[in-house]
């Protein structure tokens, strides 16, 4: 070999050296470090096992969605976890406050093995095609849903999607009704006797905070004196729309505080434009995230009393990051505080100022939307905490 080919090969040598080098120092920092790095080798063996020496055969998606959903669950937060893609699908629809469906909430009636029409969407299919609350869903399309649970009995429907389902309801009659996608707002109101103003809120999702705001509007134009808000069983949501509604209440000031993992403050404001009337908010053990600080917010600025139970006390905020196949990792990324930089995760929640409970029966009416303000215990003690609040001169 001659000196000129001797340095060619050299050089080759040398290239695929640096190659490879480059290619190692790019997979250790893809992994995190050397102890990721550790992890991607130890779970890439891990399949090899199984391609060799597994007697059955597997599908390799199944186990790799269990697999991440094992190592979400590593991280040990309540808050944290992997969908695959059919659940992120979900996942926005959910977040969106919409569903593929007729816009009805429906319980197993055990007499009959259907289901009850617990309550009806305003002017959704269901209600523009004359299903009524206490109804019962025998069939769809023909096909008894008698033996079904609630998961099988929306597959039926979502089947139907973009064109008519055919119910067979006890009435002995078949109805058809649209599935389409509906709008589920999570905002509902009216104006209770002496000038109470009732706002329940069920989610702070999409559409929350601009609802919320012109509930809020509508109640003071007819009248209202003084505002209940109902956040009870209500899972928190985006910061943007649980801030939307606490600027329009709240005076000018810091509303909500956030840091990432690095310490890095983010600070949300409210302008001076605010709502002064008393104020109370109904909380209780399913009160969680945005609910628990709108609550919290509220108190802080003594804006409003708090009626009902302790909250769970979640001061996690989760970022949603899409995976190149369509599914998607829910993580927690910032560390939530009050205006008065309380965090609810180390307090427990929030305890109310005012203890009032519902019974059993009462409990199941509330979830199933028949429990009707005038016949809620908690909603009537949150009435006379701020009649009491106002004849002390206290209250916004």
Known sequence: MNRSSSSLLGGILIGLLAGLLAFAVWLTAMFG????????????????????????????????????????????????????????ADYQDYAANRYQGIGVTVAKDEESGGFRIESVQKDAPADQAGIV?????????????????????????????????????????????????VYSNPVTSELLADGTGYVRIENFRDGAGKNAVEAVDALISQGAQRLVFDVRNNPG???????????????????????????NEIVDYSDANCVEMPMAVLVNGESYSAAEFFAAALREYDWAILVGEPTTGKARSQVTVRLFDGSAVHLSKYRYLTPNRVDL???????????????????????????????????????HALKTAEIDGLGA
């Open 33 to 88: 470090g050397l102890s990721g790095l550790r992890a991607g080798i130890k779970y890439a063996e891990v399949l090899r096992v199984f391609r060799a020496q597994f007697v059955a055969d597997y599908d390799l998606e199944a186990v790799t969605d269990e697999s991440l959903r094992g190592a979400v669950a590593g991280l040990d937060d309540r808050w944290s976890y992997y969908m695959n893609a059919e659940e992120y």
């Open 345 to 383: 995760t180390e307090t427990e929640g929030l305890k109310p100022d005012v203890e009032a409970s519902l019974s059993e029966e009462d409990w199941e009416q509330f979830v199933t939307g028949w429990l009707a303000p005038a016949d809620d215990s908690q909603v009537q003690a949150a009435f």
């Open 133 to 181: 609350m206490g109804d019962i869903i025998l069939a769809v399309d023909g096909n008894s849903v008698t033996e079904c649970d609630t998961e099988e009995l929306r597959s039926f429907i979502q089947a139907d999607f973009g064109q008519d389902a055919l119910l067979t309801v006890r009435r002995e009659e078949d109805i058809p009704v649209s599935c389409v996608e």
């Open 237 to 263: 949501g985006q910061l943007t729309e649980l801030n939307e509604i606490l600027d329009h209440l709240l005076p000018e000031g810091e509303i909500f505080y956030r840091t990432d993992k690095k310490g």
